[in-house]
């Protein structure tokens, strides 16, 4: 069995993407793929439009460090 390098490589990325990010795979395969598989591009644009409300009652997930979830803060915009 054949292991193709590339996809190899863009798995890696979507699953470090997940990690740092807390996205599901397909969202990062979808991001990463729009930014021509550029991690900081996709990320940036991740946090981008995480930043844009779509409702008007959200959550706000505090993290530490290690991007452990820390508190959930209701809040209001």
Known sequence: MSVNTEELRHQ?????FVLTAGCAAD???????AAHWQF????STF???ANIPNSHHHHQML?????RKVENIPYVI
Do not use: G, H
């Not at 890696?12 to 470090?16: G, R």
């Not at 900081?40 to 990320?43: D, F, I, P, R, Y």
């Not at 993290?63 to 991007?67: G, K, L």
């Open 12 to 16: 890696v990325m979507i699953n470090q």
């Open 63 to 67: 993290y530490d460090v290690s991007f």
């Open 47 to 49: 946090f981008q439009e």
């Open 27 to 33: 969202q990062a395969q979808q991001l990463l793929q």
């Open 40 to 43: 900081e591009t996709a990320l």
